[in-house]
């Protein structure tokens, strides 16, 4: 995957995950000036992911790429289809993203 467009998903996650507390987080790497952290999600088997960097683009341009739904498979990686089921509002909506699983692993 590009890094640029890598940046632009760890910053969109980033953004997600902007509630948890920062001593949760634990660094996992920082490479082309992207740091990577981690932290395990309470009552849950999940463990959360964010990327902090800086882009070098206007807001605006960023914002538009993470926004558009019908181009992501583009840049975000194993990304199969991403689609707005509903808007809730002018600045809400819920989205639905289906992820490509290897070829070892079955789909639901």
């Known amino acids: 995957m ?11 996650l980033l953004t997600l995950c902007s509630a948890a507390q920062a001593d ?3 660094t996992v790497t920082s490479e082309h000036g992207v740091e990577i952290s ?10 959360a992911m964010k990327g902090v960097g800086t882009i070098d683009a206007p807001l605006w341009k960023i914002a538009s790429i993470l926004l558009d739904t019908r181009r992501a498979p583009e840049w975000a990686d194993s ?16 989205e639905y993203n289906h ?5 070892q692993t079955t789909q639901f």
């Open 24 to 26: 949760d987080w634990k």
């Open 2 to 12: 590009n890094r640029g467009r890598f940046v632009l998903l760890t910053c969109a």
């Open 79 to 94: 990304l199969k289809e991403s689609r707005v089921l509903r808007r809730l509002g002018p600045t809400s909506y819920i």
């Open 38 to 47: 981690k932290r395990t999600v309470p009552g849950s088997d999940v463990v």
């Open 99 to 103: 992820i490509r699983l290897p070829e």
